[in-house]
Protein backbone atom coordinates (compact mmCIF):
# COMPACT_ATOMS: atom_id res chain seq x y z
CA UNK A 1 0.00 0.00 0.00
CA UNK A 2 1.58 3.25 -0.60
CA UNK A 3 1.72 5.85 2.53
CA UNK A 4 3.42 8.06 4.19
CA UNK A 5 4.82 6.47 7.29
CA UNK A 6 5.43 8.75 10.61
CA UNK A 7 6.51 7.56 14.07
CA UNK A 8 5.51 8.26 16.75
CA UNK A 9 2.11 9.00 16.66
CA UNK A 10 2.38 10.97 19.89
CA UNK A 11 5.06 11.88 21.65
CA UNK A 12 4.97 13.55 25.01
CA UNK A 13 8.39 15.24 26.01
CA UNK A 14 10.28 17.73 28.45
CA UNK A 15 11.77 20.93 27.00
CA UNK A 16 15.15 20.77 26.14
CA UNK A 17 15.58 16.72 25.24
CA UNK A 18 16.56 16.37 21.80
CA UNK A 19 14.09 14.15 19.95
CA UNK A 20 13.34 13.31 15.75
CA UNK A 21 9.74 12.52 14.45
CA UNK A 22 10.44 9.77 11.27
CA UNK A 23 9.34 9.58 8.52
CA UNK A 24 9.52 7.25 5.12
CA UNK A 25 7.33 7.05 1.78
CA UNK A 26 7.39 4.20 -0.05
CA UNK A 27 6.19 5.29 -3.11
CA UNK A 28 9.49 6.92 -4.52
CA UNK A 29 8.54 10.54 -4.03
CA UNK A 30 10.92 12.96 -5.17
CA UNK A 31 9.28 15.92 -2.97
CA UNK A 32 8.91 15.64 1.29
CA UNK A 33 7.57 18.53 3.51
CA UNK A 34 6.77 18.90 6.85
CA UNK A 35 4.00 20.66 8.26
CA UNK A 36 2.72 21.59 11.72
CA UNK A 37 -0.98 21.99 12.59
CA UNK A 38 -2.22 24.37 14.97
CA UNK A 39 -5.88 25.65 15.65
CA UNK A 40 -6.44 29.28 13.88
CA UNK A 41 -3.72 28.97 11.97
CA UNK A 42 -3.82 26.06 10.27
CA UNK A 43 -1.47 23.87 8.06
CA UNK A 44 2.00 25.56 8.32
CA UNK A 45 5.62 24.45 5.96
CA UNK A 46 7.97 23.84 8.53
CA UNK A 47 10.64 22.26 5.75
CA UNK A 48 10.73 20.73 2.37
CA UNK A 49 12.96 18.63 0.71
CA UNK A 50 13.27 18.04 -3.24
CA UNK A 51 15.73 15.25 -3.41
CA UNK A 52 17.83 13.74 -1.22
CA UNK A 53 20.85 15.99 0.22
CA UNK A 54 18.37 19.46 -1.11
CA UNK A 55 16.17 21.00 1.54
CA UNK A 56 14.98 24.10 2.29
CA UNK A 57 13.17 26.40 4.77
CA UNK A 58 9.42 26.61 4.72
CA UNK A 59 7.57 29.62 6.75
CA UNK A 60 8.39 28.24 10.09
CA UNK A 61 11.67 26.91 9.84
CA UNK A 62 13.12 28.08 13.46
CA UNK A 63 13.92 25.38 16.06
CA UNK A 64 13.65 22.94 13.46
CA UNK A 65 16.11 20.42 11.50
CA UNK A 66 15.71 18.04 8.77
CA UNK A 67 18.14 16.05 6.89
CA UNK A 68 17.27 13.89 3.46
CA UNK A 69 19.97 11.16 2.96
CA UNK A 70 17.69 8.88 1.46
CA UNK A 71 14.93 9.20 -1.24
CA UNK A 72 12.71 7.43 1.34
CA UNK A 73 13.29 8.87 4.33
CA UNK A 74 12.62 12.61 6.16
CA UNK A 75 13.05 12.93 9.29
CA UNK A 76 12.40 16.18 12.00
CA UNK A 77 14.65 16.64 14.53
CA UNK A 78 13.50 19.13 17.20
CA UNK A 79 17.43 19.87 18.74
CA UNK A 80 15.99 21.72 21.98
CA UNK A 81 11.89 21.74 22.29
CA UNK A 82 10.27 24.24 23.98
CA UNK A 83 6.55 24.74 24.46
CA UNK A 84 5.58 26.05 21.85
CA UNK A 85 6.79 23.50 19.81
CA UNK A 86 3.49 21.06 20.81
CA UNK A 87 1.48 20.84 17.73
CA UNK A 88 0.50 18.63 15.12
CA UNK A 89 2.85 17.63 12.93
CA UNK A 90 2.61 15.98 9.33
CA UNK A 91 4.85 14.45 6.64
CA UNK A 92 4.26 14.79 3.15
CA UNK A 93 5.72 13.55 -0.04
CA UNK A 94 4.57 14.50 -3.59
CA UNK A 95 6.37 13.40 -7.34
CA UNK A 96 5.85 16.74 -8.64
CA UNK A 97 3.96 19.90 -8.15
CA UNK A 98 1.06 19.11 -10.24
CA UNK A 99 0.08 16.16 -8.10
CA UNK A 100 -0.82 17.63 -4.78
CA UNK A 101 1.15 15.84 -1.45
CA UNK A 102 0.15 12.20 0.47
CA UNK A 103 -0.05 12.97 4.14
CA UNK A 104 1.21 10.85 6.76
CA UNK A 105 -1.21 10.41 9.59
CA UNK A 106 0.25 12.89 11.77
CA UNK A 107 2.54 12.89 15.51
CA UNK A 108 0.94 14.98 18.13
CA UNK A 109 3.48 16.10 20.23
CA UNK A 110 3.33 18.06 23.43
CA UNK A 111 6.56 19.65 25.14
CA UNK A 112 6.14 20.60 28.80
CA UNK B 1 -3.41 39.65 5.79
CA UNK B 2 -2.64 36.00 5.37
CA UNK B 3 -2.17 34.41 2.25
CA UNK B 4 -5.06 32.27 2.13
CA UNK B 5 -8.02 32.59 3.79
CA UNK B 6 -11.35 30.26 4.41
CA UNK B 7 -14.27 30.57 7.14
CA UNK B 8 -13.90 28.32 9.68
CA UNK B 9 -17.33 27.55 9.83
CA UNK B 10 -18.36 24.94 11.08
CA UNK B 11 -20.73 24.82 8.45
CA UNK B 12 -23.92 22.26 8.98
CA UNK B 13 -26.25 21.41 6.15
CA UNK B 14 -28.71 18.58 6.19
CA UNK B 15 -27.96 15.31 3.78
CA UNK B 16 -28.46 15.70 0.42
CA UNK B 17 -28.13 19.55 0.54
CA UNK B 18 -25.66 21.38 -2.13
CA UNK B 19 -22.26 22.87 -0.01
CA UNK B 20 -20.45 25.42 -1.28
CA UNK B 21 -17.27 25.83 0.25
CA UNK B 22 -14.49 29.28 -0.42
CA UNK B 23 -11.21 30.17 -0.38
CA UNK B 24 -9.75 33.61 -1.50
CA UNK B 25 -6.20 34.33 -1.96
CA UNK B 26 -3.65 36.92 -2.33
CA UNK B 27 -0.70 35.41 -4.48
CA UNK B 28 -0.80 35.74 -8.29
CA UNK B 29 2.30 33.43 -8.46
CA UNK B 30 -0.35 30.50 -7.28
CA UNK B 31 -0.38 28.25 -10.24
CA UNK B 32 -2.27 25.07 -9.39
CA UNK B 33 -5.36 24.76 -6.86
CA UNK B 34 -5.87 21.83 -4.41
CA UNK B 35 -8.96 21.16 -2.28
CA UNK B 36 -7.74 18.40 0.62
CA UNK B 37 -10.37 16.74 2.88
CA UNK B 38 -9.64 15.78 6.91
CA UNK B 39 -11.06 13.96 8.65
CA UNK B 40 -10.21 14.06 12.74
CA UNK B 41 -7.35 12.94 13.70
CA UNK B 42 -6.30 11.79 10.33
CA UNK B 43 -3.69 13.66 7.57
CA UNK B 44 -5.46 15.59 4.91
CA UNK B 45 -5.99 13.68 2.04
CA UNK B 46 -6.21 15.14 -1.88
CA UNK B 47 -9.57 15.40 -2.92
CA UNK B 48 -9.37 17.37 -6.41
CA UNK B 49 -6.74 19.93 -7.81
CA UNK B 50 -6.89 22.31 -10.78
CA UNK B 51 -4.04 24.20 -12.75
CA UNK B 52 -6.46 26.32 -14.75
CA UNK B 53 -9.56 29.11 -14.25
CA UNK B 54 -13.15 27.55 -14.65
CA UNK B 55 -14.86 24.06 -13.42
CA UNK B 56 -13.29 20.95 -12.91
CA UNK B 57 -15.88 17.99 -12.03
CA UNK B 58 -15.46 14.57 -10.21
CA UNK B 59 -18.81 12.78 -9.06
CA UNK B 60 -20.75 14.74 -6.32
CA UNK B 61 -17.73 17.83 -6.35
CA UNK B 62 -16.98 20.41 -8.59
CA UNK B 63 -14.26 23.17 -8.24
CA UNK B 64 -14.14 26.06 -9.13
CA UNK B 65 -11.30 29.04 -9.95
CA UNK B 66 -11.03 32.23 -10.76
CA UNK B 67 -8.24 33.61 -11.07
CA UNK B 68 -8.84 37.26 -11.97
CA UNK B 69 -10.41 37.61 -8.44
CA UNK B 70 -8.34 34.89 -6.70
CA UNK B 71 -11.52 33.40 -5.51
CA UNK B 72 -11.60 29.28 -5.39
CA UNK B 73 -14.12 27.48 -4.77
CA UNK B 74 -15.98 23.64 -3.87
CA UNK B 75 -19.10 22.54 -4.80
CA UNK B 76 -20.51 19.06 -3.19
CA UNK B 77 -23.97 17.86 -4.12
CA UNK B 78 -25.84 15.28 -2.30
CA UNK B 79 -24.10 15.73 0.74
CA UNK B 80 -24.28 12.88 3.00
CA UNK B 81 -22.68 12.89 6.27
CA UNK B 82 -19.75 10.86 5.66
CA UNK B 83 -18.81 14.56 4.12
CA UNK B 84 -18.46 15.74 7.45
CA UNK B 85 -14.98 16.36 7.64
CA UNK B 86 -12.40 19.77 7.53
CA UNK B 87 -12.15 21.04 3.96
CA UNK B 88 -8.51 22.58 2.83
CA UNK B 89 -8.18 24.59 0.00
CA UNK B 90 -3.98 24.59 -0.54
CA UNK B 91 -2.79 26.77 -3.78
CA UNK B 92 0.50 25.81 -4.63
CA UNK B 93 2.90 27.67 -6.12
CA UNK B 94 6.89 25.90 -7.34
CA UNK B 95 7.14 23.82 -4.34
CA UNK B 96 5.15 25.68 -1.62
CA UNK B 97 1.63 24.39 -0.97
CA UNK B 98 0.25 27.22 1.44
CA UNK B 99 -2.80 25.98 3.17
CA UNK B 100 -6.12 27.76 4.16
CA UNK B 101 -7.12 27.49 7.88
CA UNK B 102 -10.01 24.80 6.45
CA UNK B 103 -13.44 24.74 7.02
CA UNK B 104 -15.31 22.40 9.18
CA UNK B 105 -18.11 21.02 7.54
CA UNK B 106 -21.08 18.95 9.45
CA UNK B 107 -23.56 17.10 7.14
CA UNK B 108 -26.32 15.99 9.15
CA UNK B 109 -28.83 13.03 9.00
Known amino acids: EAQVTQNPRYLITVTGKKLTVTCSQNMNHEYMSWYRQDPGLGLRQIYY???????DKGDVPEGYKVSRKEKRNFPLILESPSPNQTSLYFC???????????FGSGTRLTVV | QKEVEQDPGPLSVPEGAIVSLNCTYSNSAFQYFMWYRQYSRKGPELLMYTYSSGNKEDGRFTAQVDKSSKYISLFIRDSQPSDSATYLCGPYAGNMLTFGGGTRLMVKP
Open chain 1, 92 to 102: ASSRGSAYGYT
Open chain 1, 49 to 55: SMNVEVT
